[in-house]
């Protein structure tokens, strides 16, 4: 065998090279690597369906994983490689990277918590007075509306639109990729037909949306206006394509994970009566000191550091993240216990359901294991060996704005309703290999109008 990285680590096998090994991983991807791990020691290699994998797990190799420079081990390229599987490769032709961050820039912050917080009151109300729901299902949809807001333009949210853009974005939810990677191989047999007829649909939808958009009092204050500047030139055809493939990426990035990160939050909160009262006790603190609009306010809503705590801890513990570099030029990779030369073409990876709970300690739901949105030093062997938003230069760029909207959802649900939840614990799925994990389980919750005034 020859993977390409000197020396060899331990390999590991099973009875159908390739195959055999990338079954059981999608059958149940953390308990096979803990499994690995467990036989061979921080450092192995795997073949997964012909993907050479380098795993590592160590303090040191973990640390080496997160400083790779871009140019010589790609994060880009790995992910798009898993997305790939499942997201039109004519939607990344047109996609300008910059854009992603310029839309997060802290300018913007002000404007989008408003706009947040009033697209969330919109879809609260439409639950009505009382009922059942899953709360990942509920929690979703509430994203989806909140995303069409800030990365379309805020009449995307509203009826008749929404709905429709809705059913598109569901077929196209390159979220399948690593939530449900056992679908890839129906994805990909079809030639991508149910994605590329969804994203057809969105671009014969759009204009109408836009002109609506036009037509009204905001215009020139959507993340489409910023887009269509931004593109506008000679050719129009190619500015509208652009337009439209780049607010579908904005709209997939901002549902991959966050929505299963919220409502996550939200069901530890309603399992445990003591957070939720804490938690009350803040949102009403934030309140009494800032007004009755603090969730319009980025100051306001960054003073309430216990959310921030309660957010972080249930990434955490939910986390499951296949974390991959895909190697371009030979490096020299320190895991620990050796320095290994790796070759272009293989991947070097890690999953973070291994290593966020591996101890007594951080098997155990706490917030308190965060001062804010840092990890106590003393409950890790090394900064990188827990990951919620990432490390390094490939941190997750929306972490406060993602914090804000947290604080937005959560805080709106408790004092709109009474929430019962329907399961007594919840369980990360088995199957999931990235992201933050959906439930193994469904986790309805049963809600009533609360006959407070707020």
Known sequence: MN???????????????????????????????????????????????????????????LQSLYALPEE?????????????????????????????????????????????????????????????????????????????????????????????????????????AFVAPQQTLATIASGKAAERA??????????????????????????????????????????????????????QGFLSNLYAAIAWMSAEVLLRPEVRARLQDEIAATRAAHGEAFRSSPEALGTMGYAAQVLMESVRVAQRSLTLRKVLRPVGFDAGDGLYTVQPGVYIATMLSVTNTQTPELARFDPAHYNGRELRPELVPGRETVSTFGHGRHACPAQRFSLHMARIVVSRLLERFELSPCFAAMQPSRKQMGGVSRPEDTARVAYRLRNAAH
């Open 198 to 251: 969804a994203l057809a649909s969105i671009a014969e939808l759009l204009p109408r949306i836009l002109a609506a958009h036009d037509a009204g009092p905001a215009r020139g204050a959507a993340t489409v206006d910023m887009l269509r500047a931004r593109f506008a030139g000679a050719d129009a055809a190619l500015a509208e394509r652009r337009v439209l493939h780049n607010a579908i990426n904005l709209n």
């Open 72 to 176: 010589e081990a790609s994060f880009g390229l790995a992910t798009f490689d898993m997305i790939g599987f499942k997201t039109p490769a004519e939607v990344f032709a047109d996609v300008d990277p910059a854009i992603f961050r310029e839309a997060l820039a802290p300018s913007r912050l002000p404007a989008q918590v408003a706009l947040i917080d009033a697209v969330v009151q919109m879809e609260l109300e439409r639950w009505g007075d009382a009922g059942e729901t899953d709360i990942f299902d509920a929690i979703r949809t509430l994203e989806q509306r909140v995303g069409f807001a800030l990365w379309i333009a805020p009449v995307a949210a509203e009826e008749p639109w929404w709905p429709e853009l809705k059913r598109h974005f569901d077929v196209l939810d390159q979220a399948t």
């Open 3 to 61: 993977p390409g990285i000197m020396p060899l680590p331990p390999v590991a096998t099973e009875e159908l090279p390739h195959v055999g090994a990338g079954l059981r991983f999608l059958d149940a991807p953390t308990d096979y690597l803990l499994e690995l791990r467990a036989r061979h020691g921080d450092t192995f290699f795997v073949d997964l369906f012909g993907f050479p994998l380098l795993f590592s797990f160590s303090p040191r190799g």
